[in-house]
């Protein structure tokens, strides 16, 4: 295992949340981060979307994802998702419950 890892090299990896699963075997993941701005030093957060590659579909909307760094993809897609960290809350509701007539 180790020396497979020694031949892929270093791969760059990002925590963040799926904002978007609306293409095919592609989720769009927004990393935040906070950083001190250049000239007052007060904490700001900044945020970035990466695209990245779900050949199996696995996350959802709000899922806190694991990506790391591969080869293009497509022309935007140099990332791959690696692992789901943390499955988003699921909520379901019935017709009834919303009082919409069927």
Sequence with gaps: ???????????????????STKMQKTIVVEVSRRVPHPLYKRIVGKRKKFYAHDETGDAKMGDVVRIEECRPLSKLKRWRLAEVIRRAAQVGAQPADLDVKV
């Design 1 to 19: 295992m180790a020396e497979q890892e020694a031949s892929k090299g270093f791969r760059s990896e990002k925590i963040g949340q799926v904002v």
